[in-house]
């Protein structure tokens, strides 16, 4: 196989995958865009629950038995224990607090971008990285080196590593 016919293969599988990819990848772009916005409220709604659990939970276990990430114990008032955006009542068991959630499908769409190994989703992750991995490579394929394409591309390729590396060490 020549060169020449390399970089016909290596553009034709750009292409195709990146034809298969359009639909996971507008669903990465926009999960990622909502996920700069996770430590607020935006496009949230709010919702008050109510539940009973055990009596008597320590921080820790009425996080876990809530399945909230942390919550932590601000202020005593009797057997009430108050925590960020709720209440707990250490005798009865009863917890009120307050939820807030993105709506169902953009839920779905920030669950599926942040899918750990152990889900269901996780190898379509790897799969989706493997693919983005493809069109950084293939893409110094789909000239020929000598072409004044590439060597512009290839500038852009350095001021892209050097914005990339700055921003790390931010």
Do not use: C
Request: aromatic share 12%; net charge positive.
């Amino acid at each position: 196989m020549t060169m020449k016919d390399f970089r016909i293969y290596m553009r034709l599988g750009h292409r195709y995958v990146g034809f298969f990819m359009v639909g996971i990848m507008l669903v990465y772009s926009l999960s990622g865009m909502l996920l700069v916005f996770r430590d607020t409220d935006f496009l949230k709604s709010s919702k008050t629950v109510k539940q009973v659990v055990a009596t008597n939970l320590d921080e820790k276990n009425l996080a876990k038995t809530l399945k909230m990430k942390n919550i932590d114990f601000r202020e005593q008032q009797g057997d009430i224990q108050l925590f960020k955006d709720g209440q707990y009542n250490t005798k009865t068991g009863e917890v009120t607090y307050t939820s807030k959630k993105l709506p169902v499908v953009l839920d779905k769409m920030v669950n599926f971008h942040k899918a750990p190994s152990k889900g269901s989703m996780g190898g379509l992750n790897v799969l989706f990285g493997m693919s983005l991995l493809f069109f950084v490579l293939s893409s110094f394929f789909l000239f020929a080196p000598s072409s004044k394409i590439f060597k512009r591309g290839l500038a852009f390729v350095a001021v892209g590593a050097i914005v990339s590396v700055i921003l790390l060490m931010l």
